[in-house]
Structures are given as C-alpha cells and as structure tokens.
C-alpha cells in the first residue's frame, strides 16, 4: 500500500506563488507515474499535471502550462508542484496521485491506484 500526504497549501494573493508537496510513504514510488488534480468548489476533479517514474515525461492541463512545474525526488519519496503567477481560478483542493502505470502522465483519474487526502490552496484576487 502507498500512503500520500499533500502539505503546502495555503492562501496567498493573486499573482503569489506556493510549492505543494506529496510525501509518500509505506513503499518506494520510485517506479509510480505521479499526477496532481484539482477540484474547485462545485465542480469535477480535474487532471492539474502528471510525471512519469523517471520524470522523462510531463503533462500539464493547458490553463496551468507555463505557470504550474511538476517535479520529483526519488530520495525523498516526495513529488512536487510549483504554482507560480497563481490566479483565483485556481483556488481548489489538491490531491495527489500515484499511478502503477509507470510511464502515464495521462488525466484518466481512473488510471491512478493511490491518493492522498487533498490540500487547500485559496487565491484571493
């Protein structure tokens, strides 16, 4: 079993800057696909930005591209999301997600095994 903890989130003004983290633990996630989703009050989870086990591969939703850099540090079990000129449409909870597939960084929730609990990250305008 994988156990993921999100910390990092926060509230910050618009055009701020946060760095959330994902810690996993009870087994190495080395060879997991990681990704984090977003879900704004009312509305669907939906698919932020995902890594491959080696971090060869990124994906990004197309309205964080250039704003949001998704990365990982296999020493330290953690992956990372980094959330730059933040607006207030990206106020949600965020989770975090492991996936067996190594090499997906797909948006297809249905394709990730763990997930951790979800951290706040409110942008005032």
């Known amino acids: 079993q994988v156990q993921l903890v999100e910390s990092g989130g926060g509230l910050v003004q618009a055009g701020g800057s946060l760095r959330l983290s994902c810690a996993a633990s009870?087994?190495?996630?080395?060879?997991?696909?990681m990704g984090w989703f977003r879900q704004a009050p009312g509305k669907e989870r939906e698919f932020v930005a995902a890594?491959?086990?080696?971090?060869?591969?990124?994906n990004y939703v197309d309205s964080v591209k250039g704003r949001f850099t998704i990365s990982r540090d296999g020493a330290k079990n953690t992956v990372y999301l980094r959330m730059y000129s933040l607006k207030p449409d990206d106020t949600a909870v965020y989770y975090c997600?492991?996936?067996?597939?190594?090499?997906?960084?797909?948006?297809?929730?249905?394709?990730?095994?763990?997930w951790g609990q979800g951290t706040q990250v409110t942008v005032s305008s």
């Open positions: 890594i491959s086990w080696n971090g060869g591969t990124t």
């Open positions: 997600a492991a996936s067996r597939g190594a090499d997906y960084t797909g948006r297809n929730q249905n394709a990730y095994d763990y």
């Open positions: 009870g087994r190495t996630v080395s060879s997991y696909a």
